[in-house]
């Protein structure tokens, strides 16, 4: 399969009951959806579409797979319903809640609570500045005493 990247669900795509408002983002193993649930409220919807063996057309809802990457599609389809099945049991103040996790267009999708503000990867680098920063006033202090 080529490197070419899946093609995000449309707005208005209804999935699981789940009303899809735009992609947030995408990475090797799939995208992520904001949606609205039957009450209005956002949610964040992970779907699995890992871009190293599905890929999907502008419009479609079925992912494309190559026979010869069918088998290892299906054990990443499995394990993503595991991952959703064992984080539900989680409830952490600093872990994001699943609120559900269901099978439909030959994918899985996990349905979390929508949290706004910067990504992971945002936080780490700012993290990792914050640090480096404090190491250099640390350096900088140690040579003024």
Known sequence: M???KPAPLPPDTIIGGYKVVKKLSAGGFGLV???LDKQGQEVAIKEYMPTSLATRNPGELLPQVQPDKLSLYRLG???FFEEGRSL???SHASVVSVLNFFRE???VYMVMNFLEGGTLQDFIIAARDLKKAEDFSRIHH???V
């Open 2 to 4: 080529s490197k070419v």
């Open 33 to 35: 959806y904001l949606a």
């Open 77 to 79: 389809l499995k394990s």
């Open 88 to 90: 539900a049991q989680i």
């Open 105 to 107: 267009n030959e994918t």
């Open 142 to 144: 140690s040579i003024i």
